[in-house]
């Protein structure tokens, strides 16, 4: 039976993301599969005064199940009020593929949706977008749409090679679907591999640099749909000290290479406001549990090795809206 969004307290992006782009910072859009996912994505935005996307993919749903992950949203909306602040909150279908998928979500209580069309031609993408768009305008909800292919590797989307936003192609299909919001491709990239080293630069440390955000592709679109709100993807820093401490307790991460928080900073100063971060938060609760396992071998009880984990991603999160995003402040 279908809900409304509404009746569990959330809300869409519009006001938000208007917010956003005139106070010059990003809404922090965290992906989550589990309780403890939630619960620290919730305490570090309210701890922060953060607004805040729940993002939710398509194997996230399927893992999480359609309506738990309904009453889990209604759930971090009391549990904020619980806190002490009622930070505004979005439930968002993260890279749907499909208008069945964007459908269901909605009927299921989602405020917002992605529909990525991104794989098909140009003309097929338009269609596909702008009949998202048409169902979910009906109910209030919000619609993201993509124009350019991010490489890497996330749940169920795969892509080998970037394709950059064609700058001339942004006003025509805003114009045509009636997306709410765009995501475009400047060089993110999905996953915690963004990079091959022969792609980077070492720095004095030896530390591998990632070749920088294409900046002069997304000012041209901001002059092609001036305030029109921009999202990034792909969006995750890959902290080595993380990556050092999953290596260093039995894990064998290679290469893992992030886009630097002072590019993303940049960003959020500019028309993007909505940037995706997932991948940081999955290796936050990898290094904090493998670590925990070593130190203490005796434990089995979840709660004793999800408890930190849960502590160490709010933690990442709460750094995330104050220093990158600038969010923090602004529910």
């Known amino acids: 039976m279908a809900v409304s969004y509404k009746d569990l307290g959330l809300v869409n992006t519009k006001e938000l993301f208007k917010k956003a782009t005139e106070g010059k910072y990003a809404i922090p859009a965290f992906n989550f599969n589990n309780m403890e996912q939630m619960q620290a994505i919730v305490q570090a935005c309210v701890e922060t005064k953060s607004p805040v996307i729940l993002q939710v993919s398509g194997g996230a749903r399927k893992y999480a199940n359609q309506t738990l992950l309904r009453y889990m949203a209604q759930g971090a909306v009391e549990y904020a009020k619980e806190l002490g602040y009622n930070i505004p909150i ?6 749907g593929d499909t208008f069945e998928l964007c459908q269901s979500c909605i009927e299921y209580g989602f405020s917002s949706v992605m529909i990525d069309g991104s794989h098909h031609s140009y003309e097929e993408n338009v269609a596909l977008t702008r009949k998202v768009v048409e169902y979910a305008h009906k109910y209030d909800v919000s619609v993201e749409g993509e124009l350019g292919v991010l490489a890497g590797i996330e749940d169920d989307v795969v892509a080998e090679h970037h394709t950059y936003t064609q700058p001339e192609e942004v006003q025509d299909f805003v114009s045509k679907t009636g997306v709410d919001s765009l995501a475009i491709s400047i060089g993110t990239s999905h996953g915690a591999n963004k990079f091959k080293p022969d792609q980077c630069t070492r720095n004095a440390e030896g530390i591998l ?29 890959v902290p080595q000290q993380y990556v050092k401490t999953i290596n260093d307790n039995g894990g064998n991460l ?11 900073r940049r960003a959020a ?16 609760m990898t290094a904090s549990i493998r670590e925990n396992f070593i130190l203490h071998p005796e434990w ?3 709660r004793q090795y999800l408890g930190p984990a849960r502590e160490e991603l709010k933690k990442l999160y709460a750094h995330k809206t104050v220093n990158v995003l600038g969010s923090a402040g602004k529910a």
């Open 209 to 237: 640099i990632p070749p920088p955000l294409r900046f002069d592709i997304l000012e041209e679109i901001e002059k092609k749909i001036p305030g029109f709100p921009i999202v990034l993807h792909g969006s995750s820093s």
């Open 269 to 284: 100063k500019s028309a993007v406001c909505k940037i995706n971060i997932d991948s940081d938060g999955r290796l936050a």
């Open 254 to 264: 290679k290469d893992s290479i992030g886009i630097p928080e002072e590019e993303l």
């Open 300 to 302: 089995f009880d979840p």
């Open 90 to 95: 979005v439930l968002h279908l993260d890279h």
